[in-house]
């Protein structure tokens, strides 16, 4: 592994694993009965910032994806379903060192509906969202499949009746505006040859946006669901099931085309498993337990913004002055969730 990627992946990992730990010691707070009325007001307070603090480590783990999927050098059925089987066995090791196991075994009803769900939302989505990329661009894909939050956020207001503040609209509508800029999407406006002048001329442009659009609804409903169910059916829970949906669903790729030959590719499809999905599904499944879907819906800005800067860290493609500016309104808006913290 190259020194670049190295530190870079290490302080990702480092976050996250500092918000699993926050997970791991908050969980007996969260699901602790009967909260004297005094101390209430302090507890929601902490709720809210271990949420917060899950996010935004899942997210800094999440912006690192693009190192192993691009040293991997593999397809993209086959990055799923590595990042699936590797993430598996990872939460069972997980699972079974704490003794989580029995969740799995537990699951009924209701709770199992939502695990099998999220899983195969989650995957479609992926599959939707790696088939587009050669159609219209991954900064095209990036900006159009982050549309999601605000599919989120309409969700949570019409099924949940949560009230989503004028303010959360506009964090979320300043972050993506961001995105734009950070992707170098919006360098036309300021008379360069930007990255959506280029995709266009792509084959395949308009199918591969209506791919992503349709990507960021299953992304969105993925994330409601877990939302709502991750206090019955577990992080866990939920986490492992839909690495055992995209196992299952993507077996006949590998078995048709076969395995990549042994090599540096295992290790980096391994991290993608282990890291990215083992770890920063369980933390962003315990994150979005703890918040509304307002809060969430710009906190999953923490993930495009930290690839854009992963991107020019690890790989040296030096970013424009409008994208600068892009990746500062991304932290401008999440800053103002801190501050109603």
């Not at 990992?13 to 730990?21: C, E, Q, S, V, W």
């Not at 442009?205 to 969105?220: D, I, N």
């Not at 048709?256 to 083992?278: E, K, N, R």
């Amino acid at each position: 592994m190259s020194s670049p990627a190295s530190s870079t992946v290490h302080s990702s990992t480092a976050a996250a694993a500092a918000a699993a730990a926050t997970a791991a010691s908050a969980s007996a707070t969260v699901s602790s009965p009967g909260l004297p009325s005094s101390s209430h007001a302090g507890g929601v307070s902490q709720r809210l910032r271990e949420g917060q603090a899950l996010m935004v480590g899942g997210g800094l783990l999440l912006g690192t994806i693009g190192v192993f999927v691009e040293e991997a050098g593999q397809d993209p059925a086959t990055t799923v379903w590595f990042r699936c089987v590797f993430g598996l066995a990872a939460l069972l090791a997980w699972g079974a060192a704490r003794g989580q196991l029995g969740e799995l075994a537990r699951l009924r009803g209701r709770a199992l509906g939502a695990v099998l769900a999220v899983g195969a939302l989650t995957v479609l989505n992926w599959g939707l969202f790696f088939a587009a990329i050669p159609r219209c661009s991954i900064a095209v894909s990036t900006v159009v499949f982050h549309v999601q939050p605000f599919w989120l956020m309409a969700m949570g207001a019409f099924w949940l009746r949560e009230r989503v503040s004028r303010a959360q609209w506009i964090a979320a509508a300043v972050a993506l505006a961001g995105l734009a800029l950070a992707t170098g999407i919006a360098d036309g406006l300021l008379g360069e040859v930007g990255a959506a002048d280029a995709a266009m001329q792509l084959p395949g442009y308009a199918t591969g946006v209506l791919m992503c659009l349709a990507g960021s609804v299953s992304y969105a409903a993925a994330s409601f669901i877990a939302k709502v169910e991750a206090d019955r059916a577990g992080s866990f829970a939920l986490s492992a099931g839909q690495c055992v949906v995209g196992t299952l669903v993507l077996l006949p790729w590998p078995l048709m085309h076969g395995l990549p030959a042994v090599g540096p590719a295992w290790g980096w499809l391994a991290g993608l498993g282990v890291l990215h999905t083992g770890l920063a599904y369980v933390v962003l499944y315990a994150g979005m337990a703890r918040l509304g879907t307002g809060r969430i819906a710009v906190l999953q800005f923490v993930y495009p913004g930290t690839a854009v800067l992963v991107d020019w860290l690890v790989y040296g493609r030096a970013l424009s002055v409008a994208q600068i500016a892009g990746v500062g309104l991304i932290a401008a808006a999440l800053w103002t969730l801190r501050r109603r913290a």
